[in-house]
């Protein structure tokens, strides 16, 4: 499942670094972290998606804790 949402993200290195971490978790296909744009973009498994989601956030608030993703 792919899914775009709208992130809050103070600096070009600091999107790099959540980017990184992110793509290292479990069930993650890819996510990208477009500093420019304030999106995020996560493709993981459907099954998981909801969790996975939630611990791609918690992962990215350790690296920068200003980091926030917008879930309608």
Not at 27 to 48: H, I, S, W
Request: net charge negative; aromatic share 6%; with cysteine.
């Amino acid at each position: 499942m792919k899914k775009k949402f709208k992130c809050e993200i103070d600096c070009a290195n600091c999107a790099a670094k959540i980017e990184d971490a992110i793509n290292k978790l479990d069930g993650v296909e890819e996510a990208r972290v477009n500093f420019m744009a304030q999106k995020f973009t996560l493709v993981a498994d459907d099954d998981r998606f909801d969790e996975i989601l939630e611990t791609a956030i918690m992962t990215g608030k350790k690296i920068e804790p200003d980091f926030t993703v917008e879930i309608k």
